[in-house]
């Protein structure tokens, strides 16, 4: 069975740190694209940013360039976001998905909530 | 950047009847090196991940029924519900693969 678990989801100040986490079972991790997509409370979905089969490409979303770092730990099955200089707009629940290229989901995990508040 | 754009916002459906709903893009997501559409749909239910529906424009996921079909080219994309179920009470999104920013349409909302 596809599993994707995120973990590391919590609430912080703005201008504070998260570390999410995403650990992937049942399907070949190394041979897909990884990504995280996030939804606002009330929005749409948004793409946050995606990670190549072995690390070597990335790509964020704009408010994310400088402030969010993907990786990924193929021998660990598992997918990172590091997201700094938080902003209360960042508050969402942040989905990991495994990818084909730019289809960003064929595999989805469960989520976690990121909430950013003072 | 693509801009996706979906209509209408939400779509109110009787139960055995057609759903269908629409996704432009604001530029060719049509490859010409390979003639294929980047163009993808997902179904997404309250208290669930999304789950994707079609990839490619109209190339079904996988445990999708077929009452769901997906269609169009360049800008123009269509997904269609030919008898609508309960189970199918969810927003429906696009989303352009062809490149990066990778960008959702803004989803339309199906209810009974």
């Known amino acids: 069975e596809v599993q994707l678990v995120e973990s590391g989801g919590d609430l912080v100040q703005p201008g504070g740190s998260l570390r999410l986490s995403c650990t992937a079972s049942g399907f070949s991790f190394s041979a897909y694209w990884m990504g995280w997509v996030r939804q606002a409370p009330g929005r749409g979905l948004e793409w946050v940013a995606n990670i190549n089969q072995h690390g070597s490409e990335t790509h964020y979303i704009e408010s994310g360039k400088g402030r969010f770092t993907i990786s990924r730990d193929n021998a660990k099955n598992s997918l990172y976001l590091q997201m700094n200089s938080l902003r209360v707009e960042d508050t969402a629940v942040y989905y990991c998905a495994a990818g084909e290229g730019f289809i960003v989901g064929v595999h989805w995990g469960q989520g976690t909530l990121v909430t950013v508040s003072s | ?112």
Not at chain 2, 14 to 31: H, I
Not at chain 2, 61 to 83: Q, W
């Open chain 2, 1 to 112: 950047d693509i801009v996706m754009t979906q209509s209408p916002d939400s779509l109110a459906v009787s139960l055995g009847e057609r759903a269908t709903f629409n996704c432009k893009s604001s530029q060719s997501v049509l490859s010409s090196s390979n003639n294929r559409n980047y163009l993808a749909w997902y179904q997404h239910k309250v208290g669930q991940p999304p789950k994707l529906l079609f990839s490619w424009a109209s190339t079904r996921g996988s445990g999708v029924p077929d009452r769901f079909s997906a269609s169009g080219s360049g800008t123009d994309f269509t997904l269609t519900i030919s008898s609508l179920q309960a189970e199918d009470v969810a927003v429906y999104y696009c989303q352009q693969h062809y490149g990066s920013p990778i960008t959702f349409g803004g989803g339309t909302k199906v209810e009974i």
